[in-house]
């Protein structure tokens, strides 16, 4: 069973920073994704930004390019999102979400292509 656990959500005000945590549980294939998306309410579900364990490419969507940064600490299976310059506009809850394969994988935001998904963290961000 795949267990994907967040942490690190929060407050801040708008300029401000915070940092993101996803630890996997239970991944047996030699190739993840693990990605992070958010849903603010009424809107659909969308993708923030991916890490692939194959070759360690990244994906990120337009709108978060040059303020968060994504990155991987393997020995712990865990995924980091560095937010900075936070926006009233990233406020929503952030999923932590993955898939494996036995095939070599590319970052990417395919909301589709994601197998587990973690419980969700509330960012907000006040102007």
């Known amino acids: 069973e795949v267990r994907l656990v967040e942490s690190g959500g929060g407050s801040v005000q708008s300029g401000g920073s915070l940092r993101l945590s996803c630890s996997a549980f239970?991944?047996?294939?030699?190739?993840?994704?693990i990605g992070w998306f958010r849903q603010a309410p009424g809107k659909e579900r969308e993708g923030v930004s991916s890490?692939?364990?194959?070759?360690?490419?990244?994906s990120y969507a337009d709108s978060v390019k040059g303020r968060f940064t994504i990155s991987s600490d393997n020995a712990k299976n865990t995924v980091y999102l560095q937010m900075n310059l936070l926006k009233p506009e990233d406020t929503a809850v952030y999923y932590c979400?993955?898939?494996?394969?036995?095939?070599?994988?590319?970052?990417?935001?395919?909301?589709?292509?994601?197998?587990?998904w973690g419980q969700g963290t509330q960012v907000t961000v006040s102007s």
């Open positions: 239970g991944l047996l294939f030699p190739n993840y994704a």
């Open positions: 979400a993955a898939f494996e394969s036995l095939e070599g994988i590319v970052a990417n935001l395919r909301i589709w292509q994601y197998d587990y």
């Open positions: 890490i692939s364990s194959t070759d360690g490419s990244t």
